[in-house]
């Protein structure tokens, strides 16, 4: 079981931090991505970290602002989201994959497990 948390309402240009706590199993192993989806629209892939070396990929939208990474002891994975934006605004969701990427960005069908969202809202 994955629960996401961290959301919030935020000013544009400020910072969040969203936390994936995994529990029910062990998913140290696991690649755990996030993704997000606003109203209207459908789910986008936003970060990923690869369970076996936690090479870490993220999505255009968030380079240089976003950071997933991950605590092994804690089962627990976290994105970091600075400089936030009012089109950052979404429901955000943890995810976690066994399957391998042939082709990045990765989609919803690799990830076999969801957690429920969290909601971020960025203010103008």
């Known amino acids: 079981q994955l629960q996401a948390s961290g959301g919030g309402l935020v000013q544009a240009g400020g910072s969040l931090r969203l936390t994936c706590a995994a529990s029910?199993?062990?998913?140290?192993?696991?690649?755990m991505g996030w993704f997000r989806q606003a109203p209207g629209k459908e789910r986008e892939f936003v970060a990923d970290?690869?369970?076996?070396?936690?090479?870490?990929y993220s999505a255009a939208s968030g380079k240089g602002r976003f950071t997933i990474s991950g605590d092994n002891a804690k089962n627990t994975v976290y994105l970091q989201m600075n400089s936030l934006k009012p089109e950052d605004t979404a429901l955000y969701y943890c995810?976690?994959?066994?399957?391998?990427?042939?082709?990045?960005?990765?989609?919803?069908?690799?990830?076999?497990?969801w957690g429920q969202g969290t909601l971020v809202t960025v203010s103008s």
């Open positions: 970290i690869r369970g076996s070396d936690r090479v870490t």
């Open positions: 995810a976690a994959r066994t399957v391998e990427i042939g082709r990045y960005p990765p989609t919803v069908s690799h990830y076999a497990y």
């Open positions: 029910g199993r062990t998913f140290r192993s696991y690649s």
